[in-house]
């Protein structure tokens, strides 16, 4: 139980195009998603939280007109790169949680990564 | 605030011996702290997760982590070390908003 996946697994755009990424919880219920990103070699860096059927919380230093994440349903969260330049090229890793709470699991998807050419 | 600090940026064990990476936490609250396991250009995977009670959790691929709230750590150990547990491994608290804070991870090799 308790899967998540991503989709694509892999995209290379051209600079100035929009790419989306979706995420989806398959066997469970999503009440929350979480929106990373990791740099090579480098830990997770959490770009922003949404919560099904609101608008997403976005961590300081996150561009939030840049990075549009849209939770419409319990199974389904999308990150939109929009506008992409070579420097958002990066591995970008949705997790899902049943709960927003502290102590509850994230299960995370497989990965995205994005390149811009 | 919480926060998490991995001793050992790069750990090297030879197959069949015992593994220990380690995780200190600083947390205002009792804390909830979980140990991930990502394969390159995977995402990551829960190995054990500690909330309350028992302080030697059991986890997946027989991995094992003790809570020791007087040393404020949480290292996770296995036996014996296989050439598959390779990968990166990442410990985390959670954040009283349901966040998780991680730790800047711990690149495991195995040698034959």
């Known amino acids: 139980g308790a899967v998540v996946s991503q989709h694509p697994s892999r995209v290379i755009c051209k600079s100035g195009t929009s790419v989306k990424i979706e995420c989806r919880s398959l066997?469970?219920?999503?009440?929350?998603m979480f929106w990373y990103r990791q740099f090579p070699k480098q830990s997770l860096m959490l770009m922003a939280t949404s919560n099904e059927g609101s608008k997403a919380t976005y961590e300081q230093g996150v561009e939030k007109d840049k990075f549009l994440i849209n939770h419409a349903s319990l199974t389904l969260s999308t990150l939109t790169v929009t506008s992409a330049h070579p420097e958002d090229s990066s591995f970008y890793i949705c997790s899902a949680s049943s709960r927003q709470g502290v102590g509850d699991t994230q299960y995370f998807g497989p990965g995205t990564r994005l390149t811009v050419l | 605030a919480q926060s998490v600090t991995q001793l050992g940026s790069h750990v090297s064990v030879s197959e069949g011996a015992l593994v220990l990476l380690r995780c200190n936490y600083s947390?205002?609250?009792?804390?909830?702290l979980f140990w991930y396991v990502q394969y390159p250009n995977q995402g990551l995977q829960l190995l054990l997760k500690?909330?309350?009670?028992?302080?030697l959790v059991k986890g997946i691929n027989g991995f094992e982590a003790e809570f020791k709230k007087s040393e404020t750590s949480f290292h996770l150990t296995k036996p014996s070390a296989h050439m598959s547990d390779a990968a990166e491994y990442f410990c985390a608290v959670s954040s009283n908003t349901g966040k998780l804070i991680f730790g800047q991870g711990t690149t495991l090799q195995v040698k034959p």
């Open positions: 500690y909330t309350t009670g028992a302080t």
């Open positions: 066997d469970f219920q999503a009440t929350t």
């Open positions: 947390s205002s609250v009792p804390p909830y």
